[in-house]
């Protein structure tokens, strides 16, 4: 049984930083790739960011440059190190274990 948790979301001010770590139960994590993706209210859920078992990496555009998706193996955990947000970064952000296991995200609203 595969379990995904996030946590580290909060009300964070716009320019500010958070980091989002996801912790995923199960003796696969260390060959599995995963990810991160957000909703926002009246959106559809779009991808954050991929990070494969080897450590290879990849962003959204609009992510490029200010997001870090980052894993420690022995953790069994991923992480994701968001700089200089913006209001429209607020969303629920969610964890995946890909292909498949989602956690039940966790709320990050950037806002003044």
Known sequence: QVRVVESGGG???????????????GNIFSIAAMGWYRQAPG?????????????????????????TISRDNAKNTVY????????????VYYCILLPRYWGQGTQVTVSS
């Open 43 to 67: 959106k559809q859920r779009e991808l954050v960011a991929t990070i494969t078992s080897g450590g290879n990496t990849n962003y959204a555009d609009s992510m490029k440059g200010r997001f």
């Open 11 to 25: 009300l964070v001010q716009p320019g500010g930083s958070l980091r989002l770590s996801c912790v995923a139960s």
């Open 80 to 91: 994701l190190q968001m700089n200089s947000l913006k209001p429209e970064d607020t969303a």
